[in-house]
């Protein structure tokens, strides 16, 4: 299995406060993304990064924001928690010369109260 | 933009054959995989597919037509640990960022 930890694997928060999830992968590769999960709405992209300090914005980025400091560590904070961001949120990470394939994180469950 | 589209929910028999079908649109093609997730759990990945063709793994094959914009994965002697979502996501051209469809829920019953 690919070395991707995700943490904290739960968390209950109240709106208005900020929260940040942490992604590390122990596979030094050079793609890492967050994406959220909800009933009807499959899988879809917060941010993704291509590289230390290289992000960009995915389909559903607004209240989001992220950081990658180094190889093994991509940060999602939510700067001010609403009941909308409640979700289980999944990183996940990738290799271009390598099929490009994702191994994603056990996932880390949200509540937004 | 892009558009996947896949049956939200199928349902077969143990034992049987089925076929989860994947149809997309997008702005060139860089490849197409699928995914399986059950419930609770972390999607892991089942197939990719690159060139038009069969791609076949033990009980699992993926086809890919690329003309059409459609792919489908085939799933032979069904078990109940078959039961699970199929998550279809293709990478556009020019970029290694891939799009998911919203997945199709199989329920394998006895």
């Known amino acids: 299995d690919a070395g991707i930890t995700q943490s904290p694997r739960h968390k209950v928060t109240e709106t208005g406060t900020p929260v940040t999830l942490r992604c590390h992968q122990t596979?030094?590769?050079?793609?890492m993304y967050w994406y959220r999960q909800d009933p009807g709405h499959g899988l879809r992209l917060i941010h993704y990064?291509?590289?230390?300090?290289?992000?960009d914005k995915g389909e559903v980025s607004d209240g989001y924001s992220v950081s990658r400091s180094k190889t093994e560590d991509f940060l999602l904070t939510l700067e001010s928690a609403t009941s909308s961001q409640t979700s289980v949120y999944f990183c996940?990470?990738?290799?271009?010369?390598?099929?490009?394939?994702?191994?994603f994180g056990a996932g880390t469950r949200l509540s937004v109260l | 933009g892009q558009n996947i589209d896949q049956p939200t929910e199928m349902t077969a028999t143990e034992g049987a054959i089925v076929q989860i079908n994947c149809t997309y649109q997008?702005?060139?093609?860089?490849?197409l995989f699928w995914y399986q997730q059950h419930a609770g759990e972390a999607p892991t990945f089942l197939s990719y597919?690159?060139?038009?063709g069969l791609e076949e793994k033990g009980r699992f094959s993926s086809f890919l037509s690329r003309s059409k914009g459609y792919s489908y994965l085939l799933l032979k002697e069904l078990q109940m640990k078959d039961s699970a979502s199929y998550l279809c996501?293709?990478?556009?051209?020019?970029?290694?960022?891939?799009?998911f469809g919203r997945g199709t829920s199989l329920i394998v019953h006895p």
């Open positions: 996940a990470i990738s290799d271009p010369g390598v099929k490009n394939i994702q191994y």
């Open positions: 596979e030094n590769h050079r793609y």
């Open positions: 990064s291509y590289g230390v300090k290289d992000t």
């Open positions: 997008t702005s060139g093609f860089n490849g």
């Open positions: 597919n690159v060139l038009d």
């Open positions: 996501a293709v990478t556009p051209g020019g970029s290694y960022i891939p799009t």
